[in-house]
Nanobody, 124 residues
Framework: QVQLAESGGGLVQAGGSLSLSCTTS????????LGWFRQAPGKEREFVAA????????RYADPVKGRFSISRDIDKNTAFLQMSSLRPEDTAVYYC?????????????????WGQGTQVTVSS
């Protein structure tokens, strides 16, 4: 099983930027895809972005395209989510997750391990 730990959340004004990190550990030689999901108060968790092990496949949800960028550093076992032009509707708990599906899925049930989440709050 893979352990994941998110960091980098916080409070930012609308239009600002924030970078999240997800550090993985616990399973050697893992070639999992990594994804970011978010859950706003009173809403279901939704897909945000995902990246393949090699970084060659990227996926983004429509609401974040052009504003968010996902990347990863394999040597550091870390994935990143760079968020810019943030909006109040981006306010949510952001979760990092790992999937063994090389097709880099966007469905939540394709991800087998999850982090505890980090809060992102965007003020208007």
């Amino acid at each position: 099983q893979v352990q994941l730990a998110e960091s980098g959340g916080g409070l930012v004004q609308a239009g600002g930027s924030l970078s999240l990190s997800c550090t993985t550990s616990g399973r050697a030689y893992s070639r999992d895809a990594l994804g970011w999901f978010r859950q706003a108060p009173g809403k279901e968790r939704e897909f945000v972005a995902a990246i393949s092990w090699s970084g060659g496949i990227l996926r983004y949800a429509d609401p974040v395209k052009g504003r968010f960028s996902i990347s990863r550093d394999i040597d550091k076992n870390t994935a990143f989510l760079q968020m810019s032009s943030l909006r109040p509707e981006d306010t949510a708990v952001y979760y990092c997750a790992a999937s063994g599906n090389i097709l880099v899925p966007i469905a939540e049930n394709e991800y087998h391990s999850w982090g505890q989440g980090t809060q992102v709050t965007v003020s208007s």
